[in-house]
Each structure stands twice: as structure tokens, then as C-alpha cells.
T-cell receptor, first 113, second 109 residues
Framework: DGGITQSPKYLFRKEGQNVTLSCEQN?????MYWYRQDPGQGLRLIYY???????QKGDIAEGYSVSREKKESFPLTVTSAQKNPTAFYLC????????????FGQGTRLTVV | QKEVEQDPGPLSVPEGAIVSLNCTYS??????FMWYRQYSRKGPELLMY????GNKEDGRFTAQVDKSSKYISLFIRDSQPSDSATYLC?????????FGTGTRLQVFP
């Protein structure tokens, strides 16, 4: 089945640690996105990538980093510089940069303990 | 002013009711608008998208864009308990989607 797979579903991190969230897609999509969702704030764009080896900062990139070494993979690292990392993280992809139809993964819930 | 604004709800209706969900947007240059449905602890799924003004219908769902008032609406006819979810409106801007905060809908039997 084609789709987007995020792992793990739940993740716990100690303060001061970096953690990497996985996002893999087998839809052959060029564009991939990371969003953060907090109660009452909707989805906020962290980073996006329109093509392999290229990515751009979204609205809330501070404290996060990404890489796009392969078309199907777009991992997100939450660094210790992110002051409030506890949130629901969503990865999405679309055929190309026009992004008129984005497909989402099932999300990773990150909790800092 | 946020680029896409949406009443967070919750909106609670009885089964069979007609539901109206609304968003406003601030930039009149936008052409593509989308509605996503998100069940609790799941990723959003695309319900409908519309281009420019007018209505688009798909089964029990109708999406409407009024560019003169910068208003986006989603109507759900004959609402079902399975429609209980958060509904997110979004608009396309150059190379990314901008989302509203979402409206939580509860349909009770």
C-alpha cells in the first residue's frame, strides 16, 4: 500500500537530548513537509523540502533540523535548543511544490520527561 | 491578523443536522482552498478542495468559497456520529499549505 509512515507513534525524551522522528513515503512525491500541532494552534509548518538535497525553513524552524538525502525520506531532529518540544508532529507529502493535495502520516507524539 | 482564521468550537449537533463550518482568510490572492478532517490522534485527511469561487459538492459535503467576503465554508448534510472530528481549512500559498486552527465537531446520536 502506498502512503506515508511516521515512526515511532509515541516518543519520550529527556530534557537536553536530541531526538529524530522518522518519515518515509512510497508515493514517489517530490515535496515533503513537517508540521507541529498544539491544542488551539492548528498546524504550524516547521520545515519543507521540494526536492532531494534541498529544504526550506517554515514558520517555526528554530530548534529543529532536517535532511533530505533520499526522495522517500525526510527525518526531523528535535534538538535540545527547542524550548517546548512536547507536541504532535505530522509529516506530509505532495506530488510537487504546488501542494494542492497533501497526504499526511499518522503522526508522532513527542513528550519531554 | 492570522492568514486563515477558524472558530475552534466545539460545535455539538444532533445526528441528521446540517453542519456549517467556516473560515475567513486575509489574502485575496489565494486561489486554492482545502478542507481536511482529522480524527483524534490521527493525521489529517483531505476531504475537498476548491479553486477560486463557487461551490463544490461531494456526497454529503459541500465546499463553498466567497471571494468577495473572503469566506470559506464546509456544509455537511445528514450529519452522522462518524463525522465527529476536527475540521481544518487550509489555503495554498505558493509552495506550502497554511492551516486554520481547526473546528472540533461532535455529532451525538
Amino acid at each position: 500500500d502506498g502512503g506515508i509512515t511516521q515512526s515511532p507513534k509515541y516518543l519520550f525524551r529527556k530534557e537536553g537530548q536530541n531526538v529524530t522522528l522518522s518519515c518515509e513515503q512510497n508515493l514517489n512525491h517530490d515535496a515533503m513537509y513537517w508540521y507541529r500541532q498544539d491544542p488551539g494552534q492548528g498546524l504550524r509548518l516547521i520545515y519543507y523540502s521540494q526536492i532531494v538535497n534541498d529544504f526550506q525553513k517554515g514558520d517555526i524552524a528554530e530548534g529543529y533540523s532536517v535532511s533530505r538525502e533520499k526522495k522517500e525520506s525526510f527525518p526531523l531532529t528535535v534538538t535540545s535548543a527547542q524550548k517546548n518540544p512536547t507536541a504532535f508532529y505530522l509529516c506530509a507529502s505532495s506530488i510537487d511544490r504546488l501542494n494542492t493535495e497533501a497526504f499526511f502520516g499518522q503522526g508522532t507524539r513527542l513528550t519531554v520527561v | 491578523q492570522k492568514e486563515v482564521e477558524q472558530d475552534p468550537g466545539p460545535l455539538s449537533v444532533p445526528e441528521g443536522a446540517i453542519v456549517s463550518l467556516n473560515c475567513t482568510y486575509s489574502n485575496s490572492a489565494f486561489q486554492y482552498f482545502m478542507w481536511y478532517r482529522q480524527y483524534s490522534r490521527k493525521g489529517p485527511e483531505l476531504l475537498m478542495y476548491t479553486y477560486s469561487s463557487g461551490n463544490k459538492e461531494d456526497g454529503r459535503f459541500t465546499a463553498q468559497v466567497d471571494k468577495s467576503s473572503k469566506y470559506i465554508s464546509l456544509f455537511i448534510r445528514d450529519s452522522q456520529p462518524s463525522d465527529s472530528a476536527t475540521y481544518l481549512c487550509a489555503r495554498y500559498n505558493t509552495d506550502k499549505l497554511i492551516f486554520g486552527t481547526g473546528t472540533r465537531l461532535q455529532v451525538f446520536p
